[in-house]
C-alpha cells in the first residue's frame, strides 16, 4: 500500500512518502514559509519514489493543534491532492504524533505531549500504547495555561512518563515544578515538534481500518476554538 502522510501545523513542515516497504521523508523549520515549501517536498518526494499522486492509496494530514494558519495551510492541501487523486484522506493529532515519535525514536510507552499554544497556555495530550504500537489518547486534547497541566491530568499519571513537545521548553520552570518527579526526561527535551513520519505511522493504521473520508470531510481540530484580542488603546 502507498501512502502520503503531510503535516504544517507548527514552525516544522514535513512530509513522509510509503511505497510498499520504503518509506521517504522530508523534515524542514520553516515558520511562516509552509506554502512555499510544502507542495515543492510533496513533489520531490514523489519523484525520489519514482511514482505518481494517483499510485496512492491514501492520505494523511496533520490536523493540529497547532498554529490556525498552519493547521489550515496543510489542511487545504491534502484536501487539494486527495480531491484530484479521488484518495481517502485522514486526521491525525500533532501532540499524537510527537508521542508516536517518543515510541519509535526511544521506546516510551507513556508520553505527555504539549505545544505552546501562545496566550500563555499549552496544547496537550496524554497518550499510552496500544496493542498495535500506536499512541493511543487517554483523555481529550486540551488547551490551559500551564500551571493547571498537572491538576488536569492528575487522575491519569501517577508514575514516570516522557515529555515532548514546544511546551515544556516554553513553560519549563512552571512544568518542571510540577512534574519534578512525573516527567523522566527531565532536562533532555529532544522531540519539539511533529512529524509526517510519525503521522504516516498512525494514519495508515486508521486508513487500513477504514477509518478514511473523503477529501471534503477533511477537517482541522483547532482545540482552541476563539481567541480573545485585546482592543488596543485609542481603537
Not at 490536523?63 to 480531491?83: K, N
Not at 484518495?87 to 508520553?111: D, I, N, R, W, Y
Not at 509526517?196 to 473523503?214: P, R, T
Request: proline letters at 4%.
Amino acid at each position: 500500500m502507498n501512502y502520503l502522510a503531510l503535516d504544517a501545523s507548527t514552525e516544522a513542515c514535513s512530509v513522509a512518502l510509503q511505497v510498499n516497504d520504503s518509506v521517504y521523508s522530508n523534515f524542514e523549520l520553516c515558520p511562516q514559509s509552509h506554502s512555499l515549501r510544502l507542495l515543492p517536498m510533496v513533489d520531490a518526494l514523489l519523484k525520489e519514489a519514482g511514482i505518481e499522486l494517483s499510485d496512492l492509496d491514501g492520505l494523511i494530514f496533520g490536523q493540529g493543534p497547532g498554529s490556525f494558519t498552519g493547521v489550515r495551510i496543510g489542511v487545504g492541501v491534502a484536501q487539494g491532492l486527495a480531491f484530484s487523486a479521488n484518495l481517502p484522506v485522514v486526521g491525525v493529532s500533532s501532540l499524537q504524533a510527537m508521542a508516536q515519535t517518543a515510541f519509535t525514536k526511544h521506546g516510551e510507552q507513556q508520553v505527555i505531549s504539549t505545544i505552546d499554544a501562545r496566550m500563555s497556555e499549552v496544547y496537550n495530550g496524554y497518550y499510552q500504547l496500544d496493542e498495535n504500537n500506536i499512541m493511543q489518547a487517554q483523555c481529550d486534547e486540551a488547551v490551559l495555561p500551564p500551571e493547571h497541566l498537572a491538576e488536569h491530568l492528575a487522575s491519569l499519571v501517577n508514575k514516570p512518563v516522557y515529555g515532548v513537545g514546544t511546551g515544556w521548553d516554553a513553560y519549563s520552570d512552571k512544568l518542571s515544578e510540577q512534574f519534578s518527579s512525573l516527567i523522566s526526561n527531565q532536562g533532555e527535551l529532544d522531540i519539539l515538534f511533529p512529524s509526517a513520519q510519525a503521522m504516516l505511522d498512525i494514519g495508515k493504521v486508521l486508513l487500513e481500518q477504514g477509518q478514511g473520508v473523503s477529501a471534503e470531510q477533511a477537517q482541522p481540530v483547532y482545540v482552541r476554538d476563539t481567541v480573545s484580542w485585546k482592543k488596543l488603546p485609542g481603537r
